[in-house]
């Protein structure tokens, strides 16, 4: 629901600023509203937050430590920082050549068939002989390097070498063995060095080895790799410990400082005095004004500001919705938050929506693996936390799935129908089915849509807008009328509601062409085809439930025609993949339908939602402050405290 917003004018000594934006902090119940153009926040507290935060997400230990203050912070992070950046570029350094060396050694594997005799010697044989040979990695994407290092080495070494690479594809490194008259190698060296050449991917621990003795020391480098890399971690958590305790509640009293500083911004402030201005909720007012007087004593005044002078367009949104609820707020929100003066469409959305989705799904087994799903999300991450609260709308998903499931006489699909599981209404894989499902989604679509038509019409009357009025007044009237018709024809009504039915329809056109003004003749139709198309798009709670059974059935059939095992392999998989579908598609449907069309009906939005002081700042760290004072529900009322600065 949208619960009352109440704006007070606080107004006290400078010098107490501080104390007051900190017990507004505390309680997370009052919005700075901007009397003044606020400034960059304090660009000394904005790098502190910075570079507590780069190291804060390098550390994994609980945050039980006290705030650090800025000097301490300072001089550790002064301290920290060198060791931490060598660290972790060598471990930057120490992961790419993890990902760069099996690279290589593939490359170099691929020349080991043309060349045996030569990739069996050893760099002594080699030597022996009086040569050597050089294993390279060239990047070569576009192919031109290889040619030029051929015609180079051609030029200074004439016919006293032998170049091998492998086969050449375009982004691919290209592995090269280079046997050559051991004296000449400070003269390739040269020529390797030279800009003409594009950089050589080998490493150069590995220059000038022979390819054996190169391909053997790449993989005994990528076995110590992660050893490597641990050692490099360990040393990084050590060189962090000192402080990693204190990093999280030093972050918080950061943030909440600067949370400070901004709303100390917005405020009026002379030489002496302040004067802020809060959007509180209304029940809430009183226990703000306590906590003021707590803290700042007589040096404090409140004054609550009329209604009518309080800018409503500045306004924020504040709902309050049952825990149940809290999901379906946030898919409002994520489309809009309604206007003020608007309506919540939360308790709405969480009535109907799993409801939808359970039309659309409606198999036993499937709504029970979503129920268990949900449970296991819930129980295995933090109450309040988004996956959370993705298992709580599963939930009820799957529960209106199992009743469906029940109704329609599915398990798996037809397997449910096949082994003599009753239908409570009808089987949708049956021959006569198609009718009524597509009846059943049809009278949805009107209750839905008629529904937020009357939203709407509730909605601008309140707010006195007449022409909105007529038009929802009008649709209303051609739907009437449509269904009267409809019901005659086909369904057996009395022809005695024929005259009414084609009267409604009549009256809605004509209502619905005047109220859009002077371009009504034009806009009136466009509009009633487009409230009949709403309508009309609930028929996908039928298309995609007869999907859903259709790939069931598709299932269950490929799993009893081939051999027992290999069937329920087939079978599973199939299932699987319509169950993820279940979970997922249907989901988006049910919400396209309440974004479109039934909110298109009534829901304005463009509400801003209220920010109250602190509420970004994590619960625990609101501030360097004293404990804080609990967040109680906003639509409680509180008595006026005696004593109360009004």
């Known amino acids: 629901m949208m619960v009352p917003l109440t704006q007070l004018e606080v107004a006290g000594l400078r010098p107490r600023l501080d104390d007051a934006l900190a017990a507004l902090q505390e309680l997370r119940l009052a919005e700075v509203v901007t009397i ?33 203050g800025d000097t301490a912070l300072q001089a550790a992070l002064d301290h920290l920082e060198p060791e931490v950046a060598r660290l972790q570029e060598e471990d930057e350094e120490l992961r790419g050549e993890a990902d760069a060396l099996p690279r290589s050694i593939d490359a170099l594997d691929a020349l080991q068939p043309l060349v045996p005799e030569l990739g069996r010697l050893n760099d002594r ?5 009086g040569l050597a040979s050089m294993a390279l990695v060239l990047d070569d994407p576009d192919l031109r390097v290889v040619p030029e290092l051929t015609r180079q080495l051609a030029e200074l070494l004439g016919r006293g070498h032998l170049l091998v690479t492998s086969a050449a594809t375009p982004g691919s490194p290209v592995g090269c063995l280079l046997v050559l008259r051991r004296g000449d190698l400070p003269e390739v060296d040269t020529l390797l060095g030279t800009e003409r050449i594009v950089e050589v991917g080998v490493p150069a621990a590995y220059a000038g080895k022979s390819l054996r003795a190169t391909v053997e020391a790449m993989r005994e480098r990528l076995s110590v790799l992660p050893g490597e890399r641990e050692r490099v971690q360990q040393q990084l958590a050590a060189t962090i410990k000192p402080v990693a305790g204190s990093l999280d509640a030093t972050a918080a009293s950061l943030r909440a400082r600067a949370e400070r500083a901004a709303a100390a911004d917005q405020a009026d402030v002379s030489s002496r005095t302040f004067v802020l201005r809060l959007w509180v909720p209304a029940k809430r007012t009183a226990v703000v004004e306590q906590a003021l007087a707590d803290r700042l004593g007589q040096a404090v005044a409140i004054e609550r500001v009329a209604s009518s002078d309080a800018p409503a367009e500045d306004e924020p949104v504040l709902l309050w919705n049952r825990p149940g609820w809290r999901p379906f707020q946030q898919l409002v929100g994520f489309l809009s938050w309604p206007a003020r003066g608007g309506l919540d469409p939360t308790g709405l959305m969480a009535l109907v929506l799993p409801v939808f989705f359970g039309v659309m799904v409606g198999d036993v087994v499937y709504g029970a693996l979503l129920l268990a799903a949900a449970l296991w999300l819930r129980s295995h991450w933090p109450t309040n936390s988004t996956i959370s609260e993705v298992g709580r709308v599963l939930a009820l998903g799957g529960g209106w799935t199992v009743l469906f499931g029940l109704l329609y006489g599915e398990a798996l699909g037809s397997l449910g129908h096949s082994i003599g599981m009753p239908a409570l209404w009808f ?41 909105h009025l007529a038009s929802k007044a009008g649709n209303l009237l051609v739907l009437a009328g449509l269904f009267g018709l409809a ?83 087939v079978a599973t998989l199939f299932h699987a993949l319509n169950l993820a579908l279940a979970a997922f598609s249907p989901m988006i449907q049910a919400l396209r339908l309440h974004y479109v069309e039934f909110f298109g009906q009534f829901h304005d939005g463009g509400g801003r939602f209220f920010a109250p002081l602190g509420g970004s700042v994590a619960p625990g760290h609101e501030s360097d402050r004293p404990t804080a004072l609990p967040a109680p529900d906003p639509t409680t009322p509180e008595p006026v405290p005696a004593g109360s600065p009004v």
């Open 125 to 129: 044989q080699l030597a022996n002989l």
């Open 487 to 569: 019901g005659v024809a086909a369904a057996g009504f009395p022809h005695g509601l024929l005259t009414p039915a084609v009267a409604a329809l009549i009256v809605g056109v004509v209502v619905a062409c005047v109220s859009q003004g002077a371009l009504g003749l034009l806009l009136g139709p466009l509009e009633l085809i487009g409230i009949l198309g709403n309508v009309l798009s609930y028929l996908r709670l039928a298309a995609v439930g007869l999907a859903s059974t259709y790939l069931a059935e598709v299932a269950n059939q490929l799993g009893a025609r081939g051999p027992l095992l290999l069937g329920v392999v």
């Open 36 to 68: 003044v153009d606020p400034g960059e926040p304090p660009a000394d507290l904005t790098e502190l937050i910075a570079r507590t935060d780069a190291l804060r997400a390098l550390s994994t230990q609980p945050a039980t430590g006290p705030v650090l």
């Open 427 to 467: 089987y949708r894989g049956g021959p006569t089915a198609l009718q009524p499902l597509l009846l059943f989604s049809l009278a949805i679509g009107l209750v839905h849509v008629v529904l937020g038509l009357l939203l709407g019409a509730w909605t601008a009357a309140r707010g006195h807008h007449r022409r």
